[in-house]
Every structure is written in structure tokens, then in C-alpha cells.
């Protein structure tokens, strides 16, 4: 195998990893925040899929720039989502929260299920067969764009923590709920934003990987499990740790693809998480215990 | 290098603890002699907890020693610590809320104890001594502050300890209740020969109690004496007693 | 034994001799289809149980008991197949191999502060991955499936676990009543107390002598391995594997559903919940069907909502609120 296809399965792993990261960055802010594992992360990510390829289908709007809207409706989604079925779940114990984020993970993929049946759909882009070339090494069009919307999202969470008021409590209630609590934050409602915003992640990351991938209803599960493994390869809570392990694990399985077999990708990824968690167990960005 | 005979039972030489460029425990050395009651005080930050959290193996010290009946102890598990003989008290109580009192003393007594059946007799025994026996059938998150502060206590007690570390056990109890449970305490030391060692606020039971103090200021040791010395000392009235002089 | 019936009041004891007398007279009584949701029943309780013990008893939270369910029974189906070596010895292979699995888990899991949630997610993770790698290996059918021979000269060879439904329906009746007593014999022993003290607060009982990541494996083992041998019952009386069922994520949810409703932590939650929840299914598969909902997904999607419902509705489980009401509350020893 030749030099420039290795740079090409790399570049093309970096690209896609940073939209894997985008989703998984939509797990760690919701468990960073709520202290809640999003166990249905995979179906909503699903879900921004399904929307993103009716928008296409009603008034041909690329999955890309769909994102944008699709995050915004999420966001509300999830802002509601935890103000009605999550709060009370809050300070319930942890098996209890994953009875419920399954149950509506469940619900979720069914109703996918029953109203668009089991067959798996794709969206046909002007440049979906498109590549950059750079000498020898080609780059798909579509995942550049994809990439570049995924930083767009990300930079704009990374300055809305680091720039807004809301933001900043939100990494205060973060850090310390009861002092939150205490100077007068309104921590139901800053969960419910962050809820929101994990899902706005999560919304946008979808609809990014319309454009990239075909999709079924029955995504879901993998999907899950590939923001599980990111956020505990780059080390829960952290969000540089979510994108770098998102690009990381982009890299790991584009590379088992083209060296062994497609169907190997999820092993290399599993190997990579054993790995980590063995040399370093809480994550490569995670912070050491106090 | 002294010799095991006149060795102290607990030997802290040197200790140095930092927390992210703070020193909490700088350069901290203290013996402690089988069958004393040894208080540690000092004011709020000044090192004391963290102090009790290095003898008894929550954290390892960055630097120094320190030694137990003879054998090095730094750096082994809580558990491993407890095993040789010292229990500890936490400053803020744990509890395990959803068992009874009863139960809660049983896991400390299990330490030492051959079934279940003895260990339940011997917390029985201690929840006597403090008062907590007709209580012994609740949950243990459903009792009161001074009530949760002697089931501290009779856990720690219930591992038969050669040492016990108490963490501000007197804080929140009520005057009678103090002498309750410095009577109490007397009556262990004496009767048992248990070495203790204390960080407490309550001057009163220091004085009651202590055969020797120590004084921590900033994470450092500033004095060391009988009580009645150490009051005296001018460092000591600046840093900590002049504040509670004013009382 | 005797621990069993020391926790329990005098109508308490009433009520078990009840219900073991009604179990095993049950295929007496009963018809095949009933017999089959009470054997479901029975080895959902079982399943429940050794979920509980890990979870209720020392408060590790395995979202992912599929795993040692899958590998216990393609442990000891391979074994079968492959080598004809008997269920007997092939169950010690699975429960040796639940275990191996379980101390890799526990390995990287324990390590780290955040632990509770880390160990979950490893839980799930090696359960889905197990399901992949099983789904890859031709060597044991892949994703095709892996078949225990049925053959009609083999009938009745007990010792291999070639029985009918009432044979299986007493073996898994067997089990549900074992891993009650052992459950009962755990929580009042000394390791009993310290996985309970863990449960409650770990800083705490290392501080009182109990060496914390030693228990917590010891527990991980015992729940691993009672759930490898409910993975030998589960390929001896199927027959078949398919590593999209037997290591699924909803399998999992299946294992901890019961313990949960019926209240995590106590002995009879699980069973309680397991018989609750299973004659539940049942029924929703037949109203669906009365109604005329066939579509794919109808039942699942009815099941999601009730999953939200049920867990919303009752925070601490059904048998404790039960047992008040009955007066069969199980005392603190």
C-alpha cells in the first residue's frame, strides 16, 4: 500500500472524527453538567439523521448547512426533555436514570421504525462522489465540509462556555452545585440549557453524517457506544478529551478499514479503549484524582 | 536509630504534604507514646486533617516517615493501617445510612472478629458504653448530629484499635454530652490502654483530656507541650487561642 | 438456610412454604404455556439475583450482565458441540470464563475515582463488543447462529441437560431457590456486611478495615459467575446462539429490569419483580395482538413507554411497599 493512501485514511479519519467528537462532546457536557449518562445519545443522533434527510427530501437542503436549524430544534428538545421526564431523575440513583434514557432510546428508535421502516436511506449530494487532491492524496469533498461544520459548532460551544454569563455558570454549577446553588443560580435551568446544548451536539453531529453515511433506524446502539468509548478514551467531562478522542478513534478505525476489514473497526476501537483505560484510567484529557 | 523499647507507638518524622503548590503538612514530626491522649489543634486550614488523613493512609506524604509500633505505615491502604492498630474518626461523619447502628458498629467489629454473631455482640457491648444501645435497631442516616458523631466513634472503637485518631468528635455535642464523652474516652484510655490522638476545637475537653498538645499553624508545627504549657506560649495565643481568648 | 428463615416473621414463612409448594406442583397443575412464562419467571429471578448481589449488595451498577450470560452459554454449548464434553464439566469452563471476563472489567474499572460511572460503561461496552466478536467468528457460527443438536436418542440424558420444559422448569426452579438461599447466606455473613458497607460508603469502610477493591472483586465474581451458569441453562435448553440475542443490550435491560421494579438490594425484589414483569409481557404481546398490531416495532415501542413509566412511578421498588402492606417485611438482622 502506497504512502498517500495512508496520509488519505488519515486526513479522511481526522475529518470524520471530528464530527464522531462533536456527538460525543454532546455526552460529556450533559454527564459533565447533569451528571446523567445520556443513554439514548446514539438514537438522538439518529433522530437529527431522519431530519436532516426529510429537510433534504422537502426543500433539498444539504445536511450540512441543515445542521445549523436541526441543532437549534434539539436544543429545545433537549431543554424540555430535561425540564419534564429527566429532572426528577436527577438526584435518583444511577440504575434508575438508565431504566428511563433506555426506555426513551427505545421509543425512539421504534417510532423511527414504524413511521420509515427498517430500509436504510441516504442523501445524494451534488459532491457526495467529489474529492479534494492534494499531489496524489484525494480528500472527499463532503467530509471536508462535514469537518469544517463540526469545528463551526464547536468553537461556538467552546466560546459560549468561555465568553456568556450562562456559560460560565453552567461551569460553575459544574465544578461546585451546592456553592451554585448557594449564590442564587437556577440550577434546574441551567441543566436543562446544558441538556439542551448536549443535544444541539448531538442534533448537529447527525445531520453532519447524513451527508457522510447511510442510515437505518437500527444505527442507534453503535452509535451510543461510539460516544461512550470517545469520552472514555479522551476522559469523561473533558471537551478538548471528547474531540481528541473523537479524531483518535476516527484515525483507529479508518485505519483497521482499509488494512483489515470494515467489520474489525469496532474491535480496534475496543482495543484502543482497554488500552487507554489501562495506562491511563481516567482518560487521556481526564484529570488525575485530587 | 532508637531502639523498639523506647521507640514511640506512633512516630511522625518530617512529614511533608503539597496540594497543587500548597503545602498543607510542611516538615510535620511528632511521637506519640503508648496509653497518651495527644491533641492536635491549630486553627481552621491549619493542616490537621490532612495530617490524620496521612497517618491513616487516605493520602501518601510527598516526603518523611511515618512509623507504627515499630513498622513504616506511609504509603500503605486505610485498610492495610487499620488491620495494624489504628482506627480514625471522620471529621465529617460517614455513616452507612441505610443500616442500622447496630450493623454500622458490626462492620467495624468484623475486623477482628470470627462471624457475624461476635462482631453484633462486641458493638453491642461498645454502643453501651455510649449511650447508643436502645438506638440500636435504626438507620443510622435517621439519627441526630451528636448522635451520629458517637456512632463515629463506637465504629472506630469496634475495630479495637491500639490508636485511635479523633476528628473534632466533641464538635456539635452539647456541654453534658462533652463531659459524657470525655468521661468516656478517660475510661477507654485507662481501662484499655488505648492510645488516642485528637484534633479538637473544644478547649475544654483538651484540657480535660490531653496529657500533651500540638500546635499546627499554616501546615507547620509552631509548639509542643503539656496543655497548661502550650496555652502560655505567645505564638500560640497570636495564632489560634488569642482569637478564641476573646470567647 | 437457616438465614433465609431467621429473616424472615412468622407469616413470612407461611407464605414461602406457599409459593414453593404452588412452584412445584406447578406442572401439575398448570398447562404448558403457563409452565413456560413460569419458567421464564423463575430463571428471570434467578438472573436477577446474581445482578443483584453485585448491584443491590454492593452497589456496582453492570449494565452489561449480557456478557456473562453470552459466554457461559458458548462456553459450555462449544464444549458440547465441539468436544462432547458434558454440561456438568462444561459449566465450570463458563463460569471460568465469566469470571476471567468479570476480573478484566474489574481491573480497569476499580482504578479510578469516578468509578461508578466508568464501570458501567465498561460493563456495556465489553458486552456490545463481545456481541461483535462473536458476530466474527466462524469458528462458532458467526452471526448465524450457533445450534445445539436436538437428537431423539438423546432424550432424557438428564446428565447432559437433554430434558423437556418440566425437566427445565424444575432445573431453573432449582436455581431461582438456590441463588435465593445463597443470597440470604451472603447478606448476613461477614462479606455480606462489607459488601453492604461499600454499597453505603466505600472511603468509610476502607477506613474500618475492609479492603475495598478485593470485596468489590469478590462480589463481580460470584454475580459473573451465577450469571455464566444461567448462560449453560439458557444453550442447553434452547439449543440455539445467536450473538445479536444472547449478548444484545436488551438482554442487559432484561436481566436488571426485575431486580429493579421489584426493588433493588432486598432478597425477594428480584423474584417479585421477575414474576410481575414477565406474565406483563406476556399479556402486552397478546393485547397487541387482539388489537391488530403486528407492525414491527408496535410492541417495543409499548414496552419503551412503560420502561419510563414503570421506573418513574416507583423509585425504591415494589416489594418493599409489598411486604409493608402484607406484613412479610424482611427483618434487619
Given at each position: 500500500m502506497s504512502f498517500s493512501l495512508y496520509v488519505e485514511v488519515l486526513i479522511q479519519g481526522v475529518l470524520t472524527g471530528l464530527v464522531y467528537g462533536l456527538m460525543a462532546l454532546g455526552l460529556s457536557v450533559i454527564f459533565g453538567v447533569v451528571r446523567v449518562v445520556n443513554f439514548a445519545h446514539g438514537e438522538f443522533a439518529v433522530l437529527a439523521m431522519y431530519?436532516?434527510?426529510?429537510?433534504?427530501?422537502?426543500?433539498?437542503?444539504?445536511?450540512?448547512v441543515a445542521s445549523l436549524p436541526i441543532a437549534a430544534a434539539f436544543f429545545v428538545v433537549g431543554y424540555m426533555l430535561q425540564r419534564t421526564v429527566v429532572q426528577p431523575f436527577?438526584?435518583?440513583?444511577?440504575?434508575?436514570?438508565?431504566i428511563l434514557l433506555v426506555g426513551l432510546s427505545i421509543v425512539i428508535v421504534n417510532a423511527l421504525l414504524l413511521t420509515f421502516g427498517p430500509e436504510s436511506k441516504h442523501t445524494d449530494l451534488s459532491y457526495s462522489f467529489d474529492s479534494y487532491s492534494l499531489g496524489a492524496v484525494l480528500v472527499d469533498k463532503a467530509r471536508v465540509y462535514g469537518a469544517a461544520a463540526a469545528l463551526v459548532v464547536t468553537t461556538a460551544l467552546f466560546a459560549f462556555f468561555r465568553y456568556t454569563l450562562t456559560g460560565a455558570a453552567i461551569r460553575a454549577?459544574?465544578?461546585?452545585?451546592?456553592?451554585?446553588?448557594?449564590?442564587?443560580?437556577?440550577?434546574?435551568?441551567?441543566?436543562?440549557?446544558?441538556?439542551?446544548?448536549?443535544?444541539?451536539?448531538v442534533g448537529a453531529a447527525g445531520s453532519i453524517m447524513m451527508a457522510l453515511t447511510d442510515m437505518t433506524p437500527m444505527l442507534g446502539p453503535s452509535l451510543t457506544l461510539l460516544a461512550f468509548t470517545i469520552v472514555i478514551v479522551g476522559g469523561l467531562g473533558s471537551m478538548a478529551g471528547a474531540l481528541f478522542g473523537g479524531m483518535l478513534i476516527g484515525v483507529a478505525e479508518a485505519l483497521a478499514s482499509v488494512i483489515a476489514s470494515p467489520s474489525i473497526k469496532s474491535m480496534v476501537s475496543f482495543s484502543l479503549l482497554v488500552l487507554v483505560l489501562a495506562l491511563r484510567p481516567q482518560g487521556l484529557f481526564g484529570k488525575a484524582e485530587a | 536509630m532508637s531502639g523498639p523499647d523506647n521507640e514511640p507507638l506512633l512516630a511522625v518524622i518530617g512529614v511533608v504534604k503539597r496540594f497543587r503548590g500548597l503545602t498543607a503538612v510542611d516538615e510535620v514530626s511528632l511521637g506519640v507514646r503508648t496509653g497518651e491522649i495527644y491533641a492536635v489543634i491549630g486553627p481552621n486550614g491549619a493542616g490537621k486533617t490532612t495530617l490524620f488523613n496521612l497517618i491513616a493512609g487516605a493520602v501518601a506524604p510527598d516526603e518523611g516517615e511515618i512509623r507504627f509500633a515499630g513498622a513504616r505505615i506511609d504509603g500503605q491502604a486505610p485498610e492495610q493501617i487499620c488491620a495494624a492498630g489504628i482506627a480514625r474518626t471522620f471529621q465529617i461523619v460517614k455513616p452507612f445510612p441505610d443500616l442500622s447502628v447496630i450493623d454500622n458498629v458490626a462492620i467495624g467489629a468484623m475486623l477482628r472478629a470470627r462471624d457475624m454473631q461476635t462482631a453484633r455482640a462486641q458493638a453491642g457491648d461498645i454502643l453501651r458504653k455510649l449511650d447508643l444501645f436502645d438506638k440500636r435497631g435504626q438507620k443510622a442516616g435517621g439519627l441526630t448530629l451528636p448522635d451520629r458523631k458517637k456512632l463515629e466513634v463506637a465504629r472506630a472503637l469496634a475495630t479495637r484499635p491500639k490508636l485511635i485518631l479523633l476528628d473534632e468528635v466533641m464538635a456539635?455535642?452539647?456541654?453534658t454530652e462533652t463531659d459524657r464523652m470525655v468521661a468516656m474516652l478517660r475510661d477507654i484510655n485507662r481501662t484499655d490502654n488505648l492510645t488516642i490522638v485528637m484534633i479538637e476545637h473544644v478547649m475544654r475537653a483538651v484540657m480535660a483530656l490531653a496529657t500533651r498538645v500540638h500546635v499546627l499553624h499554616h501546615g507547620a508545627s509552631i509548639a509542643e507541650g503539656a496543655p497548661a504549657e502550650v496555652t502560655r506560649d505567645p505564638r500560640v495565643v497570636e495564632s489560634y487561642l488569642g482569637m478564641k481568648a476573646a470567647h | 438456610m437457616s438465614d433465609l428463615l431467621a429473616a424472615l416473621p412468622a407469616r413470612g414463612k407461611i407464605a414461602l412454604a406457599l409459593v414453593v409448594a404452588a412452584l412445584v406442583s406447578a406442572p401439575l397443575l398448570v398447562d404448558r404455556y403457563v409452565l413456560s412464562i413460569l419458567l421464564l419467571a423463575l430463571f428471570g429471578a434467578y438472573l436477577g439475583q446474581a445482578w443483584n448481589i453485585l448491584m443491590g449488595f454492593c452497589g456496582l451498577l453492570s449494565l452489561g450482565?449480557?456478557?456473562?450470560?453470552?459466554?457461559?452459554?458458548?462456553?459450555?454449548?462449544?464444549?458440547?458441540?465441539?468436544?462432547g464434553i458434558g454440561p456438568w464439566a462444561g459449566a465450570f469452563a463458563a463460569i471460568a470464563l465469566g469470571v476471567a471476563a468479570a476480573a478484566a472489567i474489574g481491573w480497569l474499572g476499580f482504578r479510578f475515582r469516578i468509578e461508578g460511572v466508568y464501570f458501567s460503561l465498561l460493563t456495556i461496552a465489553f458486552a456490545e463488543f463481545a456481541r461483535i466478536g462473536f458476530d466474527n467468528l466462524?469458528?462458532?457460527?458467526?452471526?448465524?447462529?450457533?445450534?445445539?443438536?436436538?437428537?431423539?436418542?438423546?432424550?432424557?440424558?438428564?446428565?447432559?441437560?437433554?430434558?423437556?420444559?418440566?425437566?427445565?422448569?424444575?432445573?431453573?426452579?432449582?436455581?431461582?431457590?438456590?441463588?435465593?438461599?445463597?443470597?440470604?447466606?451472603?447478606?448476613?455473613?461477614?462479606?455480606?456486611?462489607?459488601?453492604?458497607?461499600?454499597?453505603?460508603?466505600?472511603?468509610?469502610?476502607?477506613?474500618?478495615?475492609v479492603n475495598v477493591t478485593r470485596v468489590r472483586f469478590v462480589a463481580l465474581f460470584i454475580s459473573a459467575a451465577m450469571t455464566a451458569?444461567?448462560?449453560?441453562?439458557?444453550?442447553?435448553?434452547?439449543?440455539?446462539?445467536?450473538?445479536?440475542?444472547?449478548?444484545?443490550?436488551?438482554?442487559?435491560?432484561?436481566?436488571?429490569?426485575?431486580?429493579?421494579?421489584?426493588g433493588v438490594g432486598t432478597l425477594f425484589g428480584p423474584i417479585v419483580g421477575a414474576f410481575l414483569l414477565v406474565p406483563l409481557g406476556e399479556a402486552l404481546t397478546e393485547a397487541l395482538r387482539e388489537f391488530g398490531l403486528n407492525a414491527p416495532g408496535a410492541k417495543a415501542l409499548v414496552y419503551g413507554f412503560l420502561l419510563m413509566g414503570i421506573i418513574t412511578a416507583t423509585p425504591s421498588g415494589l416489594w418493599p411497599?409489598?411486604?409493608?402492606?402484607?406484613?412479610?417485611?424482611?427483618?434487619?438482622?
Open positions: 431530519a436532516a434527510f426529510i429537510l433534504f427530501g422537502l426543500f433539498h437542503l444539504d445536511p450540512i436527577v438526584t435518583r440513583p444511577q440504575h434508575e436514570q438508565f454549577a459544574a465544578d461546585n452545585l451546592t456553592g451554585a446553588a448557594v449564590v442564587g443560580l437556577d440550577v434546574k435551568r441551567l441543566y436543562a440549557i446544558s441538556f439542551g446544548v448536549g443535544l444541539a451536539c | 456539635g455535642l452539647r456541654p | 450482565h449480557a456478557l456473562y450470560l453470552g459466554l457461559g452459554a458458548y462456553a459450555s454449548a462449544a464444549l458440547y458441540v465441539k468436544f466462524p469458528w462458532l457460527g458467526g452471526a448465524a447462529g450457533f445450534f445445539l443438536p436436538v437428537r431423539a436418542e438423546e432424550a432424557g440424558h438428564w446428565h447432559n441437560l437433554r430434558g423437556g420444559p418440566i425437566f427445565f422448569y424444575y432445573l431453573a426452579l432449582a436455581m431461582a431457590a438456590g441463588a435465593l438461599v445463597l443470597s440470604t447466606t451472603l447478606r448476613a455473613s461477614k462479606l455480606g456486611h462489607a459488601f453492604l458497607a461499600i454499597r453505603e460508603d466505600a472511603q468509610a469502610a476502607r477506613a474500618l478495615g451458569l444461567g448462560g449453560v441453562f439458557i444453550a442447553f435448553w434452547t439449543n440455539n446462539l445467536f450473538p445479536a440475542q444472547i449478548f444484545d443490550m436488551s438482554r442487559s435491560i432484561d436481566i436488571i429490569l426485575a431486580p429493579i421494579i421489584g411497599w409489598l411486604a409493608r402492606k402484607l406484613g412479610l417485611m424482611e427483618k434487619q438482622p
